[in-house]
């Protein structure tokens, strides 16, 4: 019985969401769809060749250099920067372990389905697709409340150790962007879109998705 509640309460304090909440079904279903869109999202301003997202670019600008695709290094990044929240004290959830792997594999699927276009018309298209869907997905994931992705936990964590959130997001998307422009990434007119609208759009669609907070973890009991 020690040992039941050790393990407790030790997943207590490295998970936010260590059991599913109900509606488990629902809650499931709309995270990873939340997490393919995401990596649809990302694909679509990759192929508009007008800019992608600040952390796509750094992982197209490693992509590039390495020969490696642009989802595995998403995948790379998501990992360390999971090692990151260990100093910050950041908790993971199970949509954060899902969405380190599930987007960079949605990226690199959703890249072989979509073709490359040169028109203009065409790339303007993928490019406010890109966006729109994007707030869709973050909708989806925010609403389902099963921990924060891997980089708004870095964000989240500066946050908590003195800066603002509008500071810390600023410094970590212009660090990665100007990192990922020098190894070779596209920033554009679509780098800009999408910083200046995300937001606004994702706050129409998150209040459609959210669904019930999950419930806070019993205390864990201790023998005395």
């Given at each position: 019985?020690?040992?039941?509640?050790?393990?407790?309460?030790?997943?207590?304090?490295?998970?936010?969401?260590?059991?599913?909440?109900?509606?488990?079904?629902?809650r499931?279903l709309?995270l990873?769809?939340?997490?393919?869109l995401?990596?649809?999202?990302?694909?679509?301003?990759?192929?508009?060749?007008l800019?992608?997202?600040?952390?796509d670019?750094?992982?197209?600008?490693?992509?590039?250099?390495?020969?490696?695709?642009?989802?595995?290094?998403?995948?790379?990044?998501?990992?360390l920067?999971?090692?990151?929240?260990?100093?910050l004290?950041?908790?993971?959830?199970?949509?954060?372990?899902?969405?380190?792997?599930v987007?960079?594999?949605?990226?690199?699927?959703?890249?072989?389905?979509?073709?490359?276009?040169?028109?203009?018309?065409?790339?303007?298209?993928?490019?406010?697709?890109?966006?729109?869907?994007?707030?869709?997905?973050?909708g989806?994931?925010?609403g389902?409340?099963?921990?924060?992705?891997?980089?708004?936990?870095?964000?989240?964590g500066?946050?908590?150790?003195?800066?603002?959130v509008?500071?810390?997001?600023t410094?970590?998307?212009s660090?990665?962007?100007?990192s990922?422009?020098?190894?070779?990434?596209?920033?554009?007119?679509?780098?800009?879109?999408?910083?200046?609208a995300?937001?606004?759009?994702?706050q129409?669609?998150?209040p459609?998705?959210?669904?019930?907070?999950?419930?806070?973890?019993?205390?864990?009991?201790?023998?005395?």
């Amino acid at each position: 019985m020690t040992v039941f509640f050790s393990i407790h309460a030790l997943t207590a304090r490295v998970l936010i969401t260590p059991a599913l909440p109900r509606p488990r079904l629902r809650r499931l279903l709309q995270l990873y769809v939340g997490l393919y869109l995401f990596g649809l999202s990302g694909a679509l301003l990759l192929r508009s060749d007008l800019g992608a997202t600040p952390w796509d670019v750094l992982h197209q600008g490693l992509s590039l250099q390495t020969g490696l695709s642009i989802g595995t290094w998403s995948i790379i990044v998501g990992a360390l920067l999971m090692l990151l929240w260990i100093p910050l004290r950041q908790r993971a959830g199970i949509g954060t372990l899902s969405n380190v792997v599930v987007v960079g594999m949605s990226v690199d699927v959703s890249l072989w389905l979509l073709p490359t276009v040169d028109a203009m018309g065409w790339r303007v298209l993928l490019l406010v697709l890109g966006v729109l869907v994007c707030a869709i997905a973050t909708g989806c994931y925010i609403g389902v409340g099963l921990g924060p992705g891997p980089r708004d936990g870095l964000m989240t964590g500066l946050a908590a150790r003195g800066l603002s959130v509008r500071t810390a997001r600023t410094l970590i998307e212009s660090t990665v962007a100007l990192s990922g422009f020098l190894l070779g990434g596209t920033v554009g007119v679509g780098t800009l879109v999408f910083m200046l609208a995300i937001g606004p759009l994702a706050q129409v669609f998150l209040p459609l998705m959210r669904m019930p907070e999950p419930a806070a973890p019993a205390p864990a009991e201790t023998d005395v």
